[in-house]
């Protein structure tokens, strides 16, 4: 490693947004530097830096992923560090802190598709850290590809110069060595001091059994070898180095790294708390300024998450901590349930994230878990005082905010919607608008992305409630749309809003792990949809179970399941019919007695029936 001086190093990510290539041009860069075989025919190389089993199902790159390749142009010989990023809003905190371990980037845009929703955002993101951007055309071998309309609707969007646009093809290869190219002569190399004591930023970790968490570390500052011994700024905790080296695309021990470098090192960290994401790392008996770090991220949805047999809940709040430490986004809360038992509320950072997180927890630690209903942070501010509310069991009653004893606030997104105008003037417009409509949004408005022509795209800007969009909102975008529009959003701060708590109660005794809350235009549709979920998925009783939706002091839906009788009057013949009426009434008396005192068993399997559904429909 130290025959790759600063000017001999390039630091580099691909953003994009979600499934315009960057997963498959990172397999041609790596076939291209040798750096993995290249395989011929349908069962070549895929999405080789894509390890999760997740992301293989999805097609989706939920983790960035980091490898080093060696590239030789005009008689030297680099060291290229590049890092995978994902392409979905929800993970662009893995965007950003990716971006603070390079100095360029290659902003790859679909050809058939052009600039959407989160190409917009990973660019305003590179933009602000100061890099050096190059735009990549990717997928121009296409039929229906039209690189010169994209071209100039990037360079409009943007400000970028036309002519240092490229042209490729990642699934052929096309063009892939003028990345190469453009990525050593274009991005400026780190200016890291080798002699200066040692900083190094610890941008992502790992865990491995063996050998406890490792660090992938950006080196910003001297020489980390093996055996040296390093300490942590923020928790102050000394180690010993065990391993030094770089990702290529596997840990390939080097055992020294330096200044300008990217690697891993692995330094018999047991606890995964340890490795607080943004730390610097120094050498013992050196004094150094730490780097600035990150952000901290605010989770945007929270659920609570309990295991299907409450016996393992030991077993399960383990494999959370574990896997938190690759998605340092997550936040973790203890909490119970009286009709679930022991459980963990997480905050996570939208509900496509959720989503891969209890994948994860399955394909990963073979947990097998409940979720509930997912909800918004709410800020409740009573006498002068604010207080944030993740569950909706700690929400307040209708009474107390009724009194203007308690102000609800409820979070709010600036989303932006792109979407193709096609043929008719308003064949999606119109659509977008109405769903916008309809999910509460303020300020709605929209102009043209593109300059003319019949395939002209519009992009819809809007204020919308946090809670709208972690429902169906993403669902009902793509089946308006026909799959055309991309989405996008960011944080807005909160306001004001009319909600309330909502509760399911089995014969007026109420369900917390069912509790919700819920915006007053909205309680009637949302208590029918969930009373008759739940009504089809509670197990009969021997007496009659009365099913409500509550808010406030009012029952907002309300579903009987009947009780399951016996035919008492089966074995009676003849005789006068008050004969019958006796033993029907007898039964009748001893069902309601049943009603009284009989306590409603609800398995896990109705909770997690019920809540694997979306809005209870």
Same mark, same amino acid.
């Given at each position: 490693?130290?025959?790759?001086?600063?000017?001999?190093?390039?630091?580099?990510?691909?953003?994009?947004?979600?499934?315009?290539?960057?997963?498959?041009?990172?397999?041609?860069?790596?076939?291209?530097?040798?750096?993995?075989?290249?395989?011929?025919?349908?069962?070549?190389?895929?999405?080789?830096?894509?390890?999760?089993?997740?992301?293989?199902?999805?097609?989706?790159?939920?983790?960035?992923?980091? %490898?080093?390749?060696?590239?030789?142009?005009?008689?030297?010989?680099?060291?290229?560090?590049?890092?995978?990023?994902?392409?979905?809003?929800?993970?662009?905190?893995?965007?950003?802190?990716?971006?603070?371990?390079?100095?360029?980037?290659?902003?790859?845009?679909?050809?058939?598709?052009?600039?959407?929703?989160?190409?917009? =955002?990973?660019?305003?993101? *590179?933009?602000?850290?100061?890099?050096?951007?190059?735009?990549?055309?990717?997928?121009?071998?296409?039929?229906?590809?039209?690189?010169?309309?994209?071209?100039?609707?990037?360079?409009?969007?943007?400000?970028?110069?036309?002519?240092?646009?490229?042209?490729?093809?990642?699934?052929?290869?096309?063009?892939?060595?003028?990345?190469?190219?453009?990525?050593?002569?274009?991005?400026?190399?780190?200016?890291?001091?080798?002699?200066?004591?040692?900083?190094?930023?610890?941008?992502?970790?790992?865990?491995?059994?063996?050998?406890?968490?490792?660090?992938?570390?950006?080196?910003?500052?001297?020489?980390?070898?093996?055996?040296?011994?390093?300490?942590?700024?923020?928790?102050?905790?000394?180690?010993?180095?065990?391993?030094?080296?770089?990702?290529?695309?596997?840990?390939?021990?080097?055992?020294?790294?330096?200044?300008?470098?990217?690697?891993?090192?692995?330094?018999?960290?047991?606890?995964? *708390?340890? %490795?607080?994401?943004?730390?610097?790392?120094?050498?013992?008996?050196?004094?150094?300024?730490?780097?600035?770090?990150?952000?901290?991220?605010?989770?945007?949805?929270?659920?609570?998450?309990?295991?299907?047999?409450?016996?393992?809940?030991?077993?399960?709040?383990?494999?959370?901590?574990?896997?938190?430490?690759?998605?340092?986004?997550?936040?973790?809360?203890?909490?119970?349930?009286?009709?679930?038992?022991?459980?963990?509320?997480?905050?996570?950072?939208?509900?496509?994230?959720?989503?891969?997180?209890?994948?994860?927890?399955?394909?990963?630690?073979?947990?097998?878990?409940?979720?509930?209903?997912?909800? +918004?942070?709410?800020?409740?501010?009573?006498?002068?005082?604010?207080?944030?509310?993740?569950?909706?069991?700690?929400?307040?009653?209708?009474?107390?905010?009724?009194?203007?004893?308690?102000?609800?606030?409820?979070?709010?997104?600036?989303?932006?919607?792109?979407?193709?105008?096609?043929?008719?003037?308003?064949?999606?417009?119109?659509?977008?608008?109405?769903?916008?409509?309809?999910?509460? *949004?303020?300020?709605?408005?929209?102009?043209?992305?593109?300059?003319?022509?019949? =395939?002209?795209?519009?992009?819809?800007?809007?204020?919308?409630?946090?809670?709208?969009?972690?429902?169906?909102?993403?669902?009902?975008?793509?089946?308006?749309?026909?799959?055309?529009?991309?989405?996008?959003?960011?944080? %807005?701060?909160?306001?004001?809003?009319?909600?309330?708590?909502?509760?399911?109660?089995?014969?007026?005794?109420?369900?917390?792990?069912?509790?919700?809350?819920?915006?007053?235009?909205?309680?009637?549709?949302?208590?029918?949809?969930? +009373?008759?979920?739940?009504?089809?998925?509670?197990?009969?009783?021997?007496?009659?179970?009365?099913?409500?939706?509550? %808010?406030?002091?009012?029952?907002?839906?309300?579903?009987?399941?009947? *009780?399951?009788?016996?035919?008492?009057?089966?074995?009676?013949?003849?005789?006068?019919?008050?004969?019958?009426?006796?033993?029907?009434?007898?039964?009748?008396?001893?069902?309601?007695?049943?009603?009284?005192?009989?306590?409603?068993?609800?398995?896990?399997?109705?909770?997690?029936?019920?809540?694997?559904?979306?809005?209870?429909?």
């Amino acid at each position: 490693m130290g025959d790759f001086p600063n000017h001999l190093i390039r630091n580099f990510a691909i953003l994009s947004h979600i499934d315009h290539g960057k997963s498959t041009l990172a397999d041609r860069l790596l076939e291209e530097t040798r750096t993995i075989q290249r395989k011929e025919g349908p069962g070549g190389n895929k999405q080789v830096l894509d390890k999760l089993k997740v992301e293989r199902e999805r097609g989706i790159t939920v983790k960035a992923q980091t %490898a080093s390749m060696f590239f030789e142009d005009g008689g030297k010989n680099y060291l290229l560090n590049l890092i995978d990023t994902p392409g979905h809003v929800d993970f662009s905190w893995e965007v950003s802190r990716s971006l603070r371990a390079c100095q360029g980037a290659l902003l790859l845009v679909d050809a058939t598709q052009g600039v959407q929703a989160q190409t917009i =955002s990973v660019f305003h993101i *590179a933009k602000e850290q100061g890099i050096k951007i190059i735009p990549v055309l990717n997928k121009i071998d296409l039929p229906a590809a039209g690189p010169e309309r994209i071209s100039s609707q990037i360079a409009t969007t943007f400000g970028l110069d036309p002519s240092e646009m490229l042209y490729i093809s990642a699934k052929t290869g096309l063009g892939v060595t003028d990345v190469l190219k453009a990525v050593v002569g274009r991005i400026p190399a780190p200016t890291f001091d080798v002699g200066a004591p040692l900083r190094a930023l610890l941008f992502d970790s790992s865990y491995d059994r063996y050998r406890g968490v490792i660090s992938l570390v950006s080196l910003q500052g001297g020489t980390i070898r093996k055996g040296d011994r390093i300490a942590s700024c923020h928790t102050r905790k000394k180690y010993d180095i065990i391993d030094v080296g770089i990702m290529h695309p596997e840990e390939t021990s080097t055992g020294v790294l330096q200044a300008g470098q990217v690697g891993y090192i692995a330094c018999n960290m047991k606890e995964s *708390a340890e %490795a607080h994401i943004g730390d610097t790392l120094h050498r013992v008996g050196e004094s150094v300024e730490p780097l600035p770090g990150f952000k901290p991220t605010r989770a945007m949805v929270f659920a609570g998450i309990f295991p299907v047999d409450s016996n393992d809940f030991t077993k399960l709040e383990e494999s959370i901590k574990r896997l938190t430490l690759t998605d340092r986004s997550v936040t973790i809360q203890r909490e119970s349930s009286t009709a679930l038992g022991q459980g963990c509320r997480l905050g996570f950072l939208g509900t496509l994230h959720m989503d891969v997180f209890r994948q994860r927890l399955e394909d990963e630690y073979d947990a097998s878990v409940i979720i509930t209903a997912p909800t +918004v942070p709410y800020m409740i501010i009573q006498k002068g005082k604010s207080k944030i509310i993740s569950n909706p069991t700690d929400f307040p009653e209708a009474s107390e905010v009724s009194m203007r004893t308690a102000e609800v606030q409820e979070p709010m997104v600036n989303a932006t919607i792109i979407v193709p105008q096609g043929e008719s003037m308003c064949e999606y417009l119109g659509d977008m608008m109405d769903l916008c409509s309809s999910h509460r *949004a303020q300020d709605i408005d929209h102009r043209y992305l593109d300059s003319s022509g019949s =395939s002209q795209r519009v992009i819809l800007r809007s204020k919308l409630p946090l809670s709208e969009i972690v429902t169906d909102f993403f669902d009902s975008l793509k089946h308006r749309s026909s799959g055309f529009a991309s989405f996008d959003y960011e944080d %807005a701060g909160y306001e004001k809003s009319d909600m309330m708590k909502m509760t399911f109660m089995l014969n007026g005794k109420p369900i917390d792990a069912l509790a919700m809350i819920v915006h007053r235009s909205a309680l009637s549709h949302v208590g029918k949809g969930w +009373v008759k979920k739940l009504k089809e998925v509670i197990p009969r009783q021997l007496f009659e179970v009365a099913i409500q939706a509550v %808010a406030g002091n009012k029952v907002i839906s309300r579903e009987t399941l009947s *009780a399951m009788r016996k035919d008492v009057t089966a074995g009676l013949y003849g005789g006068h019919y008050e004969r019958k009426l006796k033993h029907l009434n007898k039964q009748k008396e001893g069902k309601k007695k049943m009603k009284r005192i009989g306590n409603i068993d609800l398995p896990q399997e109705a909770f997690f029936t019920v809540l694997s559904s979306k809005s209870g429909k």
